[in-house]
Nanobody
Framework: VQLQAFGGGLVQAGGSLRLSCAAS????????MGWYRQVPWKQRELVAV???????NYADSARGRFTISRDNAENSVYLQMNSLKPEDTAVYYC???????????WGQGTKVTVSS
């Protein structure tokens, strides 16, 4: 599946952003989807994932502030980010993995900058 992420930008601390990721291809509902983020010189880290059945999991840093959701009819996954902090500044990547597969797909990344 090919992934294209949208919605990054510059926001003040305390503000909100909504990231979107559009997936091409069929059988979207059979994929787990998620968001990772990366800052320079650090490993890419999990932000949130949603399984093909809709169960969610969040990094401790995201829990309570971010919400991941999916729309299988639109082949899309979203990340609503509220109460943003400067430490949320990163490039955010959309991720997918088909059920029972070990192969990951990545989108091109969208940059989020949170100013203090």
């Amino acid at each position: 599946v090919q992934l294209q992420a949208f919605g990054g930008g510059l926001v003040q601390a305390g503000g909100s952003l909504r990231l979107s990721c559009a997936a091409s291809g069929s059988n979207f509902r059979r994929y787990a989807m998620g968001w990772y983020r990366q800052v320079p010189w650090k490993q890419r880290e999990l932000v949130a994932v949603i399984s093909s059945r809709g169960s969610t999991n969040y990094a401790d840093s995201a829990r309570g502030r971010f919400t991941i959701s999916r729309d299988n009819a639109e082949n899309s996954v979203y990340l609503q980010m509220n109460s943003l902090k400067p430490e949320d500044t990163a490039v955010y990547y959309c991720w997918s993995r088909r059920d029972f597969s070990s192969s990951d797909d990545w989108g091109q990344g969208t940059k989020v900058t949170v100013s203090s």
